[in-house]
């Protein structure tokens, strides 16, 4: 047990280590979604994770052959078909955690009844893709408002 704890206690020291040599590089998508322009559709009609599951999840090419045949006007044919060959894996996630970390939309969404907002700013009205994490979550962010909210703040809650 005892080992186990000063071995996780590395893992987290090497976590530590890490993300202050590597700042998060800027991540470019290969086409530039608009979320202003869908803003009539809900946000789980293209995200739908966020009702079940831990992962949000990006829309598969499937939905946006609803409204769109082919490629729109502004988007290169080479893009949308690449789209269509990736699926879900075409589009890139800003916000990410650490492995070490546990976390869970379907709880903040549909438990806790969080808006979106919260921890992704305004992007429903965004014309371009952020390309840094929209709002820092980080620890202190996670922990503040679990104490102000009443939820856990152990350790072991958060941390596998
Ligand atoms: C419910 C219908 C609908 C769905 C579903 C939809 N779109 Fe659209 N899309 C629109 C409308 C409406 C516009 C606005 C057309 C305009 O203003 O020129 C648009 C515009 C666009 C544009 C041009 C944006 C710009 O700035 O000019 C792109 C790119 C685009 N959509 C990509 C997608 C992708 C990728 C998906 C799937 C993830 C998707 N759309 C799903 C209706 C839809
Ligand atoms: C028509 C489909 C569509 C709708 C509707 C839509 N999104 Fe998205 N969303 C996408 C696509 C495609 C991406 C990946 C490209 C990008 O980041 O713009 C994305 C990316 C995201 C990301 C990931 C950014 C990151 O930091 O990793 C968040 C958060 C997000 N959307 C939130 C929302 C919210 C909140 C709403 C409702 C207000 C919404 N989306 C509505 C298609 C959609
Ligand atoms: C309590 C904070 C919080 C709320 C509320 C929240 N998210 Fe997230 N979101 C995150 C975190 C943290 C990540 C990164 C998750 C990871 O890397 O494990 C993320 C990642 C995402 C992603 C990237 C793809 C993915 O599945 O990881 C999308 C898309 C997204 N969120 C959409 C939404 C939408 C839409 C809503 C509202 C219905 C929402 N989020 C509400 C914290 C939140
Ligand atoms: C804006 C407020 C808010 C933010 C930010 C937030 N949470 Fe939460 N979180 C909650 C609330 C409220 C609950 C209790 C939900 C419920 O009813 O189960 C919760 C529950 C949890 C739980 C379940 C805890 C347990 O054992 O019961 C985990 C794990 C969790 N959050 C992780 C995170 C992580 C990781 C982050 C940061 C990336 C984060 N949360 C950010 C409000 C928030
Ligand atoms: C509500 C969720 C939450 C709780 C509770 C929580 N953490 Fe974290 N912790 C995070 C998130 C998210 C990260 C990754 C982002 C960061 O580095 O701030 C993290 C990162 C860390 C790191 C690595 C820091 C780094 O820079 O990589 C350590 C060490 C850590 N936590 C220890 C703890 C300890 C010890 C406790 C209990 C006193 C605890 N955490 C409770 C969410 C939480």
């Known amino acids: 047990m005892r080992r186990a704890l000063l071995l996780s206690g ?3 020291v090497a976590a530590i280590a890490s993300s202050l040599i590597l ?3 800027p991540v470019t998508q290969t086409l530039a979604f608009n979320h202003a322009k869908h803003a009539a559709l809900t946000c789980a009609g293209c995200h739908a994770g966020i009702q079940t599951t831990a992962r949000a999840g990006f829309p598969p ?3 946006c052959a609803k409204c769109h045949a082919t490629a729109p006007a502004s988007v290169e044919p080479a893009d949308w078909e690449q789209l269509q060959a990736r699926g879900v894996r075409f589009w890139k ?3 990410r955690l650490p492995e070490h970390v546990m976390f869970s939309h379907r709880r903040h969404v549909v ?3 969080l808006a979106c907002a919260s921890c992704h700013a305004v992007i429903g009205e965004r014309a371009a893709p952020p390309v840094r994490m929209p709002m820092r979550l980080v620890m202190d ?3 503040a ?3 102000a909210e009443g939820a856990s703040e152990d350790c072991a809650g958060c941390h596998r």
């Open 141 to 143: 962010t996670c922990v």
């Open 23 to 25: 700042p998060a590089a």
């Open 61 to 63: 090419p499937a939905v």
């Open 145 to 147: 408002c679990h104490r």
């Open 93 to 95: 996630p800003v916000t």
């Open 10 to 12: 590395v893992a987290l």
């Open 111 to 113: 438990l806790a009844t």
